[in-house]
């Protein structure tokens, strides 16, 4: 959502009035999850998107009617059932929660909107909470909260409880851009989000698999970083959208990278000595993901010298390897597809499991379709 953001900002320097509508909650199937924005501004366009269709079209119209009358902040609550989805050729059939909030106070927003803007680009992550719905009417709608990671706090939700309790989820999103939320005995419910850098994937070995896998990487929005002893497969006619190409050996390469709990590591280099290496330098990093390509022989045979080195058994068991998903991959762009899927899973908090229905589904749609015909 950077560009909503940094539109919003920009926005508000030119004293521009505009309404940021979020997805704070949702329920069921739902085009859109938390964390989706839409920016509208005073000229009926925007930046973002809520998912689309009836959805989107309702809260623009909201989002216009505040800036047209001046109103504070509102929550919204908004059912999509299925004769509204299936109008809008939409799949689904939930729940949607929205805060929307006029960009009126510009220091405020202006100062919050920086922030976040910097941890987008590699600064310090930072987290915001703030008060989406006050069922109690106790005023703290629209109250912010930003903490930084090094433990700095910006602003109040209105109570010192509040505060302690946002605080502490903060503390947990800020480095993975996570979201949570939570909702108190008196109905207040507080929405809070971490910004940080995109996800980004280290490539360690450009070979064949490394190329197909930093491409796919790259083409779902992940910052890439290439990492080879070799120039002829770490450079930027192989790696044209990489952030960084290095061409350095294996036993220290993690020394020259700045690695955070969004970055991703694959080790895939071109032997079995060098991914013994590769991995070792990648274990002394606070990467959220270390994936090592290659048989369950040639893993353990990694291991025990690892282990011998010192390196912990709990340690080892952080590494994903034999890496990827079982999906019956056999040529360079399929491994890229397992591998990436398991990335994505480790990231969105997903189960690797089949989405398909089980028959009691297929059954309840006969069942319907017959009672229908004898209708």
Known sequence: MKEVIKEAVDLLRKDKPCVLATVVRTKGSTPQKP???????????????????????????????????????????????????????????????????????????????????????????????TVVADGSDAGFLGSKLLLSVDGTVNGSLGSVSLDERAIEIAKRVADLGAIESFVTDEGLEVFIEGFTTPPTLIMVGGGHVGKATADLAHNLGYSVHVVDDRSEFSNSDRFPYANETIVTGYQDWSKQIKINVNTFIVVATRGHRYDDLALESALDTPARYIGLLGSRR????????????????????????????????????????????????ERRGGQGSPLQMGEWYLNRASDIVDQSINV
């Open 35 to 129: 964390g989706a924005m839409l920016l509208v501004k005073e000229d009926g366009t925007g930046v973002g998107t809520l998912g689309g269709g009836c959805v989107e079209g309702d809260i623009w119209f909201a989002a216009r009617e505040m800036l047209r009358n001046n109103a504070g902040p509102e929550f919204k609550e908004y059912f999509l059932n299925e004769d509204i989805a299936a109008r809008d050729g939409l799949v689904c059939g939930g729940t949607m929660y929205f805060y929307l909030e006029p960009m009126t106070n510009a220091k405020v927003f202006d100062d919050i909107g920086q922030k976040v803007i910097d941890a987008y680009e590699g600064g310090e992550p930072v987290a915001l909470a």
């Open 298 to 345: 040639k893993t353990l045979m990694i291991y025990q010298r690892l282990l011998s080195q010192g390196i912990s058994v709990d340690r080892l068991k952080d590494v994903k390897s034999p890496i990827g998903l079982d999906i019956g991959a056999l040529t360079p762009e399929e491994i890229a597809v397992s591998i990436m899927s398991e990335i994505i899973m």
